[in-house]
């Protein structure tokens, strides 16, 4: 998964979660993750990553799975990829330390029950170079990510 190993990292870097008597939450395993995304829009095309599921490491941190799709346009000189991923946890307050320990400024995390949905792009232009941040397109995907995590729940 794009980025998976340092978002892994960063992740096992935060502080454990003590927690009481919780209610469940929708937690789902990465195979179950693949039918929470979108169609591509018009005009892009969709690069699937298989799922994986958490190591031992990951799981004892609460996290069940993810995956990820790289949806991608090319206009004129310019490509823009925006990725979304998905991460499953075991429970709503895992996701929500994950998702305080991963934020960059350049990303989005959006949150629905025990599933973070981490969004990222980059847009390279050719003669100019690559940028990275959330290219036109990309939050709308996220928030169809987001309502389709609600709806399964």
């Known amino acids: 998964m794009c980025g998976h190993a340092l978002l892994a990292s960063l992740l ?3 502080p454990a979660l003590a927690l ?4 469940p939450a929708l937690a789902l395993g990465p195979v179950e993750l693949e039918r929470l995304f979108p ?9 699937r990553e298989m799922p994986e599921a958490a190591d ?5 941190r609460g ?22 991923e998905l991460w499953s946890f075991e429970l709503e307050d895992h996701a929500r330390l994950a998702g305080a320990s991963l934020a960059r400024p350049d990303w989005r995390i959006l949150q629905s029950e ?12 050719r003669g100019v170079g690559a940028r990275r941040g959330l290219v036109e397109g990309c939050e709308e995907l996220g ?11």
């Open 63 to 84: 996290m069940r799975g993810s995956v990820a799709r790289h949806y991608t346009r090319a206009r004129g000189r310019v490509s823009e990829v925006c990725t979304v």
């Open 143 to 153: 928030e169809q990510t987001r309502a389709r995590v609600a709806a399964a729940g």
């Open 20 to 23: 009481g008597p919780v209610a």
């Open 39 to 47: 169609d591509p829009p018009p005009g892009w095309d969709v690069v």
């Open 114 to 125: 025990a599933i973070l949905i981490l969004l990222h792009g980059v847009r390279t232009e």
């Open 12 to 14: 096992l870097a935060a």
């Open 56 to 60: 031992a490491a990951l799981r004892a």
